[in-house]
């Protein structure tokens, strides 16, 4: 799984995406994501969890869940006409599984907007028009197709031809098909199609340095807008961060502390970047390692061990599952065992967001 960074140009995608990538010195060797090419980074996700599992159990190691994040180039009016980089950009979109938009809210005369003044809804809108126009494209090519097939008595080709016949009609509204709701069959019938304004979408306003809550009336628009498209918004002054990621931890804290943040606004990024991205964390904890592990909501027992290695999903035997809460009280597994709260779980349990899993396997 993994999120493509989008936006106009000058808007901080660089500035972001590095201090994202940089800062909190994710170690790739611990993720078996396939290959890093320049434009991507590996943003480490962090969880207040784990250090409040290491309270109790104290580890060698503690790794947090990662996500792969790629910079993808800054995209303009007339893209989907092959401006710019046009259809090169279009493609890194169709790959990801999630796009984080950035929008500039921040005033400065030294940086210029490419169109002429900063106006994040307008912004917003010249992407949305991209990619709507895109969408639009893709589904033209495939209609004639589907509907050769679906007069020749093709069902799964009817319940497509459905699906892009919805998708037309609702892109003619000017709207992202995000906000269309389709039958379980219907989006089945499209997913191929990698349509770009179906992808979940996280907006994050970077926002000047004195204002990071995001009290500026654009904010607000933007804010607006995400609740109603149904996304999630983030603030951020990424100059501010990428000069906090390039300080010592204790320097870090002290800077933090004078902006007023309890943490880098980084870190509530990386988190909503996964959450759009429909994962979660369960965790192992054990003296050697104290690990996040990232499964799709939804995922079962046997999926969730077959993250740590394939041969475990399909050896799985059973789970032993508690919960931090459990930990907190017992203060140790040898207690929770004792006090009946070890719950022993089989292949068909929906692993659970913050569950501690221990996996027992056939070898
Ligand atoms: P990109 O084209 O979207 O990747 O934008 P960059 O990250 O390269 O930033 C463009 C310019 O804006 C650079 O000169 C940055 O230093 C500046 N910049 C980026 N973020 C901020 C910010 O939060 N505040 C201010 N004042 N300048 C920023």
Not at 146 to 167: F, M, N, P, T
Not at 245 to 258: G, H, I, K, V, Y
Not at 322 to 342: C, H, M, P, S, V
Request: hydrophobic letters at 40%; one cysteine or more; glycine letters at 8%.
């Amino acid at each position: 799984m993994e999120a493509g960074i989008v936006g106009l140009p000058n808007v901080g995608k660089s500035t972001l995406f590095n201090a994202l990538t940089s800062s909190q010195s994710a170690q790739s060797e611990n993720y078996p994501f396939c290959t890093i090419e320049p434009n991507e980074g590996i943003v480490s996700v962090p969880d207040p969890r784990l250090q409040r599992i290491t309270k109790y159990i104290k580890p060698q190691k503690i790794i947090p869940a990662a996500l792969k994040l790629v910079d993808i180039a800054g995209i303009v009016k007339g893209a989907s006409d092959g401006e710019g980089l046009g259809n090169k950009f279009l493609t890194h979109i169709r790959e990801v599984d999630a796009i984080v938009q950035v929008v500039r809210c921040f005033d400065d005369p030294d940086v210029i907007h490419v169109a002429g003044k900063v106006d994040p809804l307008a912004d917003i809108d010249t992407i949305d028009t991209e990619l709507m126009l895109a969408d639009m494209q893709t589904l033209e090519n495939a209609i004639g197709k589907a509907q050769r097939a679906a007069r020749a008595g093709d069902k799964e080709a009817k319940v497509r031809l459905d699906a892009i016949e919805k998708c037309n009609a609702h892109l003619e509204t000017e709207q992202p098909l995000r906000t269309l709701t389709l039958s379980d069959a219907e989006a089945k019938a499209i997913s191929s199609f990698g349509l770009l304004t179906a992808k979940p979408i996280l907006y994050v306003a970077n926002v000047s340095e004195n204002d990071l809550e995001g009290k500026d009336p654009l904010v607000t628009l933007v804010r607006d807008h995400a609740d109603k498209a149904g996304a999630g918004i983030v603030c951020v002054s990424a100059k501010l961060e990428s000069e906090i990621a390039e300080l010592d931890p204790a320097d870090r804290d002290e800077m933090l502390a004078d902006v007023g943040l309890a943490e880098p606004a980084l870190h509530h990024i990386a988190r909503a970047i996964y959450k759009t991205l429909g994962l979660q964390s369960y965790f192992t904890a054990g003296e050697k390692e104290v690990r996040a592990w990232t499964i799709p909501v939804g995922a079962t027992g046997p999926q969730a061990a077959g993250v740590i290695h394939s041969d475990f999903e399909k050896g799985f035997i059973r789970a032993e599952v508690y919960t931090l809460e459990d930990l907190e009280t017992y203060g140790n597994e040898k207690d929770i065992r004792q006090a009946g709260k070890l719950r022993v779980e089989g292949k068909d349990y929906i692993v659970q967001d913050g569950d501690i899993c221990h996996f027992l396997n056939k070898t």
